[in-house]
């Protein structure tokens, strides 16, 4: 009796330590026992996945977990999502799912998955799950995300640094002398998404086309994901890789390649010959207008109402959003409020037959915008000279007919 007393006794106290020991004594259990990876995703159709995505992945077989810590959550479903979005107090937060559901994910929407099997010690790998179960708490969880400085790619990167204690480096991700830039960065990941990239273009001023970082390009998950395969760890008196392997754990999927009737169209009507054709129409009607002596005031409030609202857009961007690469844009020079608060002043004067001195205003700044469009500390997408020159020929023909009626 005494004997199955014992039995019993060493039983449970082997149950309690199997349920309550596991991260705490991870540095007494086999150095591959815990694995944990950088995983890197190939990018999505829409625009908010068009840059990749990173997660970090947490194995220990011994305890059956495979779970990944994912900082790339957040919701349409948000109050007010436009509005937060477009000042700048979007909230994502850091999710924890089982990997066999991420990897589903991935291979139904056909988007490849990386894995970096990061070259930690037990007791980095200890402190790195520690401070990703305090920062997955409820309390921890949400964060103010920002595109360029923190978001999904530079969280994991962060608390990958925080949890090792020696010397971390970067190989290069650049050539000696080369630069590389915020918008360079959204270009070369938006080769084929040209309606996307150009409302980036038009939104983001010239904050973003100045020299940035290596550190700063690993906002991209690719750039990330280079600097990982490269880095290595210093001590006093040894060096070791940052990664040991990597592999492929998602080839593609099996999603839909086929592309949508709107995604086709986009591909072929692109901002600038969509503006272009603009352009055409417009000058068409212009030239018809003046030799008929039309004012076309109804085109006016198309041309102008139009530029007018896009530029209220730039200009709240500008004065109340909390993104650091909006508040200087030279486009406000062409595409201001100014051109729908004056549209009724433009109107009354053209009908009377009197010289707008708005219109003059116009034609001056829209005339030196287009002739130093190369000039400007600002990388615009072509398409919005089409655009312009649509104001400026309507602003030019409403002072010649103010002329000849004179």
């Known amino acids: ?47 908010y996945s068009l840059f990749g995505h990173t997660a970090i992945r ?19 479903n948000t109050p007010n999502f436009i509005l937060r979005f477009s000042l ?30 990061l070259n930690l010690t037990n007791s980095e790998k200890e402190r790195l799950i520690e401070l990703l179960k305090t920062n997955s708490l409820p309390q921890n969880r949400v964060y103010r995300y920002n595109f360029f400085y923190d978001n999904c790619a530079t969280r994991p990167r962060d608390i990958i640094e925080q949890s090792i204690s020696d010397t971390l480096n970067y190989a290069p991700l650049i050539k000696t002398g080369e630069t590389k830039s915020f918008r360079d960065l959204i270009h070369q990941y938006t080769p084929n998404a040209l309606w996307g990239r150009f409302g980036i273009d038009f ?15 690993m906002f991209i998950p690719f750039y990330l994901e280079d600097a990982y395969a490269n880095a290595y760890i210093t001590t006093e008196d040894s060096l070791r890789n940052l990664v040991t392997s990597t592999e ?10 086929e592309e949508s009737t709107i995604e086709k169209i986009g591909s072929v009507m692109s901002p600038l010959l969509t503006f272009s054709l603009l352009f055409l129409i417009v000058l068409a009607a212009t030239i018809y207008g003046i030799f008929k002596s039309k004012g076309l005031w109804g085109l006016d409030v198309f041309v102008f109402g139009l530029s007018g609202i896009a530029g209220c857009i730039l200009a709240f961007l500008a004065l109340f959003s909390e993104h650091p ?23 009354r004067d ?4 009197k010289r707008c001195w708005y219109l003059v205003f116009n034609t001056l700044v ?12 600002q990388r615009f997408d072509f398409a919005v000279v089409p655009l312009a020159l649509c104001l400026l020929v309507r602003s030019v023909s409403n002072l010649i007919l103010t002329h000849k009626k004179n």
Do not use: W
């Open 1 to 47: 009796m005494r004997n199955t007393k014992l039995i019993f006794s060493f039983f449970i106290l082997l149950l309690l330590t199997t349920f309550n020991a596991p991260l705490k004594a991870a540095d007494n259990l086999p150095e591959d026992s815990i694995r944990i990876s950088l995983l890197t995703c190939a990018p999505g159709k829409p625009i």
């Open 58 to 76: 947490y194995e220990h077989p011994k305890q059956n977990i495979d779970v990944v810590f994912n900082y790339g959550l957040f919701s349409f």
């Open 88 to 117: 700048g107090e979007t909230d994502y937060q850091l999710g924890v799912q089982p990997f066999d559901h991420f990897r589903y994910e991935y291979e139904y929407y056909g988007r490849e998955v990386r894995q970096q099997t």
């Open 203 to 217: 939104c983001v001023g010239s904050e973003a086309d100045r020299p940035i970082t290596e550190r700063q390009m």
């Open 248 to 257: 492929i754990i998602v080839d593609n999927g099996f999603g839909p390649d």
């Open 325 to 347: 690469a909006v508040s200087s844009n030279y486009l406000l020079l062409v595409f201001h409020p100014g051109q729908l608060i004056f549209l009724p002043l433009i109107i």
């Open 350 to 353: 053209v009908r009377r037959g």
């Open 366 to 377: 829209l005339t030196l915008f287009i002739v130093l469009f190369p000039l400007l500390p």
